[in-house]
DNA sequence: CGCTAGATGAGA
DNA sequence: CTCATCTAGCGA
């Protein structure tokens, strides 16, 4: 029922892959979860990708093979995961913005100190901190390291939709955040929904 | 519920 | 100097 990612999966656009990957699980150690959100940057042409401003980001791209995963400190406190796509009509990566728990879960609880399901992973941050993703598995394999499992499930979810990418200040425009529409896990919903008020 | 300040460090 | 973020704390 559930078919692991290949590296040919990778070899394709950035877009291409960020929307595919939703609805896709993730597993990291004894932790799982259903990818809900994600995000493309591409290596060329995008003022928001590593790439625009920086030589290392460049020559990672370069030296590495599809699907490899580029993590990284931001903001001096927080590690963000990322896949690298290339080989398609354009390279870049994809931003793994927010999973649905699955699996560990009182073990990504005790690491984000926290017990609310809905808060422990819904964010680019929380999801490293939840799985114990950091630095040190920065330029490591996810599709042959034993750690890692990246599985596709057979059904396409329907309710994917597209939005714009979050939190950067270059290329705000670009409709290349996606996300499982209605999901409790997303970082931030595609449109707002207003709740009754009290 | 919404908004904001501040933490904290790598890269260029 | 800028940053692909998060949380606590405040006010309504």
Redesign the pocket.
């Known amino acids: 029922m559930e078919k692991r990612l290949t590296r040919d999966f990778f070899q394709r656009d950035p877009v291409v892959c960020a929307s595919e990957l939703i609805g896709c699980r993730l597993t990291f150690g004894k932790c799982r979860g259903m990818i809900v959100e994600t ?1 493309a ?1 591409a290596a060329d042409g995008d003022p ?3 790439t625009w ?5 460049r020559e990672f791209v370069s030296i590495n093979q599809a699907g490899t995963a ?1 993590v ?7 590690w ?1 995961f ?1 896949l690298l796509t290339k080989g398609g009509t354009r390279d870049g ?1 994809v ?1 793994i913005r927010a999973l649905e728990p699955l699996k560990g879960i009182e073990k990504m609880q005790r690491r ?1 100190g ?1 017990e609310n399901l809905t ?1 422990l992973c ?6 490293t901190q939840a799985l114990g993703i950091t630095g040190q598995h920065h330029s490591l394999d996810p599709l042959s390291h034993p750690n890692w499992v990246l599985e596709k499930t057979t059904e396409p979810d329907p309710s994917i939709v597209a939005s714009t ?6 290329a705000v425009d670009y409709p290349w955040r996606f996300l499982l529409e209605g999901n409790l896990h997303v ?1 931030v919903p595609h449109k ?1 929904l207003s ?1 009754r008020a009290s």
């Open positions: 995000e940057y928001a990708c590593h401003r920086r030589p290392s980001a580029y990284y400190l931001n903001y001096g406190m927080h963000l990322n990566f931003l984000r926290c808060n819904n964010g680019p941050a929380k999801l990418r979050i939190g950067i200040s270059q970082s707002p709740r």
